[in-house]
């Protein structure tokens, strides 16, 4: 007997179809509002290479380096066209080149971390509703919607700072630009028991 192999590909397009809504603190009835954790959060289970070592690549990453890098000699001219003397003081600057500019003060767990740049949480969303194991492990299972929790898988998050309102110029370009900055969870990954 003769055996055929039928392979379906399936193209789930889940992705395109999905929407993220971010819940406001100014809104009535809303959830209580997340808050920013730092990448250091992240790190302590995103760091190994099992996982995908999303901490270290976004270290090595011009994200994590966009707040000193507003000490840099192009910043200085940038800033002087704004009539910006000092770029990691300006609002002008800042805005798009740490987490969170702008926000209230009880919108961190401790506070503004400048010197991480853009971090996780510019992209991901504050972490405090959903950075813990638990929360995390059923959102990647599917038992839980990561939105809920303030999670966000960020395509739309980009053109926030990717805008022709930066000084440097610049637009991104999805799916190129994102492949730039990939830190994908190797397939095939199993979470380690507790
Ligand atoms: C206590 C450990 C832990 C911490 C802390 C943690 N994560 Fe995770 N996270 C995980 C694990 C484990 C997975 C993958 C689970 C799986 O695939 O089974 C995951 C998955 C994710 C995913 C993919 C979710 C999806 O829908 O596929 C994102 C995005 C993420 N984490 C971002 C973050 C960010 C940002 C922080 C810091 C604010 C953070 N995580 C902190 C353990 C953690
Ligand atoms: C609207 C968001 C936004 C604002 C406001 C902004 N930037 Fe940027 N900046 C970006 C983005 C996005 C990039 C990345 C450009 C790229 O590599 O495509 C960038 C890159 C840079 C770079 C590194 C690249 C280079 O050309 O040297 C410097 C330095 C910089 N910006 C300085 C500044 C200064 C100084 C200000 C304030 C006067 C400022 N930026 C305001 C978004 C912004
Ligand atoms: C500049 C934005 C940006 C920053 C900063 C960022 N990410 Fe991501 N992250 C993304 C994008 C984009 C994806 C892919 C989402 C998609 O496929 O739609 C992603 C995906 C992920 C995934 C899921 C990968 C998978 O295979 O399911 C994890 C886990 C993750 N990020 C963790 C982190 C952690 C931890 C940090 C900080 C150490 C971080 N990210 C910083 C934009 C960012
Ligand atoms: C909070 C603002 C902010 C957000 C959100 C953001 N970026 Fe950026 N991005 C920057 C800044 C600022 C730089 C330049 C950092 C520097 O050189 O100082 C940058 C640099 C980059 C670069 C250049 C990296 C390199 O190595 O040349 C790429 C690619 C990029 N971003 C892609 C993305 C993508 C894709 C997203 C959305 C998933 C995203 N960014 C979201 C602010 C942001």
Same mark, same amino acid.
């Given at each position: 007997? %003769? @055996?055929?192999?039928?392979?379906?590909?399936?193209?789930?397009?889940?992705l395109?179809?999905?929407t993220?809504v971010?819940?406001?603190a100014?809104?009535?009835?809303?959830?209580?509002?997340? =808050?920013?954790?730092?990448? @250091? /959060?992240? /790190?302590?289970?995103?760091?190994?290479?099992?996982?995908?070592? =999303?901490? /270290?690549?976004?270290?090595?990453?011009?994200? $994590?380096? *966009?707040?000193?890098?507003?000490?840099?000699?192009? $910043?200085?001219?940038?800033?002087?066209?704004? !009539?910006?003397? +000092? #770029? =990691? =003081?300006?609002?002008?600057?800042?805005?798009?080149?740490?987490?969170?500019? !702008?926000?209230?003060?009880?919108?961190?767990? *401790?506070?503004?971390?400048?010197?991480?740049g853009?971090?996780?949480? %510019?992209?991901?969303? *504050?972490?405090?509703?959903?950075?813990?194991?638990s929360?995390?492990a +059923?959102?990647?299972s599917?038992?839980a919607?990561?939105?809920?929790?303030?999670?966000?898988?960020?395509?739309? @998050?980009?053109?926030?700072?990717?805008?022709? /309102?930066?000084?440097?110029?610049?637009?991104?370009?999805?799916?190129a +630009?994102?492949?730039?900055? $990939?830190?994908?969870? #190797?397939k095939g990954?199993?979470?380690?028991? +507790?």
């Amino acid at each position: 007997m %003769s @055996t055929h192999r039928l392979v379906t590909l399936l193209f789930v397009a889940s992705l395109a179809g999905a929407t993220f809504v971010l819940v406001r603190a100014d809104e009535p009835h809303s959830e209580p509002r997340s =808050q920013y954790v730092t990448a @250091t /959060k992240c /790190k302590r289970c995103h760091s190994s290479s099992k996982i995908g070592a =999303q901490y /270290k690549v976004w270290l090595e990453s011009k994200h $994590a380096h *966009a707040f000193l890098s507003l000490a840099s000699d192009s $910043a200085k001219v940038y800033g002087a066209r704004k !009539g910006v003397e +000092d #770029p =990691q =003081q300006s609002p002008e600057c800042l805005k798009c080149h740490v987490t969170g500019y !702008g926000e209230p003060a009880d919108h961190f767990v *401790a506070a503004r971390a400048d010197s991480e740049g853009v971090s996780c949480e %510019s992209c991901h969303g *504050a972490g405090s509703g959903y950075w813990k194991k638990s929360t995390m492990a +059923d959102i990647a299972s599917g038992k839980a919607e990561g939105s809920k929790f303030g999670l966000l898988l960020p395509k739309e @998050t980009c053109a926030n700072c990717h805008n022709e /309102k930066s000084p440097a110029g610049t637009f991104v370009d999805w799916p190129a +630009d994102s492949a730039k900055i $990939a830190h994908p969870i #190797p397939k095939g990954y199993t979470p380690e028991p +507790d």
